[in-house]
């Protein structure tokens, strides 16, 4: 809804909105290319009114709202529209890193109907760092116009983890996305995400250093492939918050949680 | 990091620059290095892509390009980077 | 609290082994995985999407075909722009007459309960003459202006046309040695100057990013152009003309620009020394704006916040200037006094003591420098009663003298004067530094200081006045 008080005056200096202090039952993140309508999505989930203008680069702020289901908390983190997870930008590594180490319960990842190969370079890396993602298709009423037809199920077979079509701004859909949300974050609902397979010479490599990666985080912690592969390109932002947070578990009981934003 | 210039011929050697408005042509290499190079990249600038010019601004330059489904402008530094083959009709 | 040396030695095993397997990045990773990962999007994108036959009309193109093309890209940018700004001064005067009236009427009223009351003078002039009337001022002047530009222009957000100007105007930016981008945080200064320095965020060069920043400021807010808006208004009164005053305020908007310009081409060029860096933009499709809700959410969004604005900023402002131009010090106010001392500074500058003491109390919000200056202005003449441009023009020509190039020079000084509290506050946040903070407040007052002066001294020579 283009600029609103949140966005002007004094309050460009709150980063986020709400505060969480109240009782969180599970995180959830939002990620997407921008203009894919995230903002849209995640006004329409928290009933805050959070800038949505339709430039790229406009979510600036970093926001976080609640909305409840089922009598449960979800604390819904909007973050910085991206193309990729490549961190060759601010936003790209701030994406990234909250999704690899602060471990949202579930991540729901927006595309844009009428552009999905575009938007699918970021599912597929989604899913490379976590497997609880729920794809949200929006924007769906607009591929209709541009008569664009995406076959959600066969989608949702493709990529191994579930896809909700959705027309936020009319709120349609939305129902359906809370639902599978809640279902992924409880584990009710099991996902095999789909995994893009390398040239030989990247997947050989990959294995001979999984297994010690395995050793150091441990299994559940990471998807030790992403892992693998990040340290196999040296790639110093994920080894600098990767040396965090191995010194962060050796100190579990000094800091609990860590940085939202480090 | 590696030269990836894939299966790029002198020959017919152009720059998304000079493609024409309207006209198609697919993505052979990127000549940029270091971040510039992961970035376009990053916007699907991968050998193969199907690029097509589709207008300038009023000025000339930036050129907007279509790229795997998106709009994306380039000023004329960053498009005689990003080589092409195309062929005419 | 380093890592234990079990969990460090682990990780320097799995960084030796990877030197062995990838040395010197042989491998090509980045390249070869992010190409594969773009194929893998392309062949699931041909499995699930299909489009059974091409819209009849393709409207991006068509509306791109017009507002970006070599002909009509910048008129219909002008266009845009007037047709907002037309709008917004021909649709803010009748609602400003009406809220004027009631809260004049207000006014009355509350003077009639402190007589009533037999309060005292000090009581109805502090909080009636002092707070209630700055109030009144900012919401019957600067309300209906804000609440008619913010819809306009979110609409133009929401259709996704910020990043066509920034398109168009890019070759402007890049020879000023400054960001593409920067046409965008420009835009969103437009609705407010903190907006706009946050904005500057998607600039990821921070010489560049420290341009757009420091520039922000010469693209008059919200708070800003209803200033500009009454001024042209007196500046065209008698002609009776809308359109005069459009020009006006879309002639200042185009000399902010070219400030921006001039001003970022010179920092470029000395403290912020550098070459452009890489640039891409994104041209999003147009969306269908949901014009109900933004027109319904932005006014009731704005009353709201200029409300609210109101009462922290404009209550004590208006409680300070009465203060200010009732405390006496031998036969002056505390406000006469400081207003003479400025008076020669601002004389030369074409303005006056008052104006510029207007300015200054005004810092914490541009809502509030025009009914600080009126109220000085009532507080030392005879008038009490105001509620049009007609008796502003009386208060300011007939009774104090104004010129049209008092009305000129005010309006300059209003570009590119100071940005307000808030804006440097939020300079101060992001790019953490004091210094920079510093020329950010200093650098347009000097540039105000010495345009103006320019100006008042040719057309006092060339006696045009």
């Avoid at chain 1, 009782?23 to 006004?43: C, E, H, Q, R």
């Avoid at chain 1, 009598?71 to 490549?86: A, E, R, W």
């Avoid at chain 3, 919200?222 to 500009?228: S, V």
């Avoid at chain 3, 025009?370 to 003449?381: D, E, K, R, V």
Wanted: with cysteine; glycine share 8%.
């Amino acid at each position: 809804m283009g600029l609103t008080n949140q966005s002007c005056g004094t309050r460009v200096n709150k980063e986020t909105f709400t505060k969480s202090t109240a009782k969180v039952d599970y995180v959830i993140a939002l990620a997407g290319n921008p203009n894919t309508g995230k903002s849209t999505v995640f006004n329409a989930l928290t009933g805050l009114n959070q800038h949505t203008g339709n430039w790229p680069g406009k979510t600036v702020l970093r926001a976080e709202g609640k909305y409840i289901d089922h009598g449960l908390v979800f604390n819904l983190i909007d973050l910085p529209g991206t193309y990729s997870l490549q961190a060759n930008s601010v936003e790209e590594q701030v994406t990234r890193d909250y999704l690899c180490f602060q471990k949202p319960d579930a991540t729901i990842v927006v595309v844009d109907a009428t552009c999905l190969e575009r938007n699918l370079n970021l599912v597929l890396q989604v899913l490379e760092i976590t497997s609880k993602v729920v794809v949200c298709v929006n924007l769906v009423d607009e591929a209709k116009r541009k008569k664009i037809c995406v076959n959600i199920d066969a989608l949702a077979a493709k990529l191994g983890v579930p896809v909700v079509a959705t027309a936020a701004r009319d709120g349609i859909g939305l129902d359906k996305l809370v639902k599978t949300v809640t279902e992924v974050a409880n584990g009710t609902l099991k996902t095999a995400p789909y995994y893009v397979q390398y040239h030989d010479s990247i997947e050989n490599a990959i294995k001979k250093i999984q297994p010690q990666i395995k050793l150091l985080v441990g299994e559940e912690e990471f998807n030790t492939r992403w892992l693998a592969l990040k340290l196999l390109d040296k790639d110093q932002t994920v080894l600098t918050e990767l040396e965090k947070y191995l010194r962060r578990k050796e100190n579990v009981t000094t800091e609990i949680g860590g940085e939202l934003w480090a | 990091m590696k030269n990836n210039s894939g299966g790029f011929r002198e020959e017919n050697a152009m720059s998304l620059y000079d493609l024409p408005i309207g006209k198609t042509a697919l993505v052979n290499a990127i000549q940029a290095e270091g971040i510039t190079r992961r970035r376009m990249l990053d916007l699907g600038l991968v050998p193969g892509t199907k690029v097509e010019a589709l207008r300038e601004s009023p000025t000339g330059d930036p050129k907007a390009f279509r790229i795997r489904g998106a709009v994306i402008a380039f000023r004329e530094e960053e498009s005689t980077k990003i080589l092409i083959s195309y062929k005419e009709d | 609290m380093g890592m234990s040396q079990s969990m460090r030695t682990g990780l320097n095993s799995i960084l030796s082994d990877v030197d062995k397997i990838n040395p010197h990045g042989t491998l090509g990773i980045n390249d070869s995985v992010v190409s594969s990962i773009y194929y893998a999007a392309e062949s699931i994108a041909n499995e699930v999407v299909s489009q059974k036959e091409k819209p009849k009309t393709d409207w991006d193109k068509k509306l791109d075909d017009i507002l970006t093309s070599r002909v009509f890209g910048f008129p219909s940018m002008l266009l845009l722009l007037g047709v907002i700004f037309w709008l917004t001064v021909a649709g803010a005067n009748v609602p400003s007459a009406m809220i004027a009236d009631v809260l004049f009427w207000g006014q009355d009223r509350l003077t009639d309960l402190c007589n009533y009351l037999h309060a005292p003078a000090w009581f109805h002039g502090f909080f009636v003459e002092g707070i209630y009337r700055c109030l009144a001022w900012v919401i019957s002047v600067m309300l209906p202006p804000m609440a008619i530009f913010f819809p306009c222009f979110t609409l133009l957000e929401d259709l996704g046309y910020l990043p066509r100007v920034a398109f168009n105007l890019d070759r402007l930016f890049k020879k000023a040695g400054a960001h593409g981008k920067q046409a965008l945080t420009m835009s969103m200064g437009f609705g407010c100057n903190a907006a706009g320095i946050v904005a500057c965020r998607i600039i990821e060069s921070p010489r560049e990013r420290m341009i757009a920043m420091l520039t922000n400021n010469f693209v008059p807010c919200n708070g800003r152009f209803p200033t500009l808006i009454a001024l042209a208004g007196v500046l065209v009164f008698g002609m009776g003309s809308t359109f005069g005053a459009t020009a006006i305020v879309v002639g200042i908007i185009l000399l902010g620009i070219a400030v921006t310009l001039a001003v970022s081409w010179t920092l470029s060029k000395t403290l912020l020394k550098g070459v452009p860096s890489s640039f891409t933009l994104e041209l999003p499709p147009y969306r269908k704006p949901q014009i109900g809700k933004i027109i319904v959410r932005s006014i009731f969004d704005r009353t709201l916040f200029v409300l609210g604005r109101a009462i922290c900023v404009a209550a004590p402002a208006g409680a300070v200037t009465w203060l200010l131009a009732n405390i006496y010090v031998g036969d002056l106010s505390v406000l006469a006094y400081c207003a003479q001392w400025l008076n020669p500074f601002a004389q030369a500058i074409g303005l006056d003591g008052f104006i510029l003491m207007a300015f200054i109390l005004g810092l914490p919000a541009n809502e509030i420098v025009l009914p600080i200056l009126i109220m000085s202005y009532l507080a030392t003449g005879s008038m009490t009663e105001l509620d049009s441009i007609e008796d502003l023009y009386n208060l300011f020509v007939v009774q104090h003298g104004w010129t049209w190039l008092t009305a000129v020079c005010m309006m300059l000084f209003s570009l590119l004067h100071f940005p307000c509290g808030t804006t440097l506050w939020t300079i101060r946040k992001e790019s953490g530094s004091l210094k920079w903070t510093l020329l950010a407040a200093l650098m347009p007052l000097g540039i105000a200081c010495a345009i103006c002066f320019l100006v008042a001294q040719s057309v006092r020579a060339l006696g045009w006045v």
